[in-house]
């Protein structure tokens, strides 16, 4: 629940002037959901139910390094543009998630092999 909120902090301080702080907002929120909540949440229902939590993790492997090669995609176009964000940066990165986000769906699927 807090991505929107998130997401919209980011815009107001971007609008304000203050882009680096947006962008450190963006990828600290990810950091702290993932490690934080998603760590806690999994402690706590491990202890809950006082077992292990199963996951089904066959296409981790692939989607985490679609992953890390999409945030080098980003640092690369990053640092080729001096480190500035623009409407054609924020194109980009609508695209390349929405290749992710597709491509997960259809693996998970089954639509495409890999």
Sequence with gaps: GTTLSDW????FVARSGFGEMAVSN?????IFDIQIILGSSWTL????????????????VKQTGILFLTMMA????LFL???????????LLFLLYGLFISYSILSELSIIPF
């Excluded at 919209?8 to 815009?11: G, Q």
């Excluded at 963006?26 to 990810?30: D, K, N, P, V, Y």
């Excluded at 229902?45 to 981790?60: E, H, P, V, Y």
Aim: net charge positive; proline share 0%.
């Design 8 to 11: 919209l902090s980011s815009i």
């Design 26 to 30: 963006a990828l600290g929120s990810i």
């Design 45 to 60: 229902s491990t202890i809950i139910n006082q077992g292990s939590i199963s996951l089904d993790s066959s296409s981790i």
């Design 74 to 77: 980003v640092f690369l176009a």
């Design 81 to 91: 543009r001096g480190w500035k964000l623009d409407n054609r940066m924020g194109y």
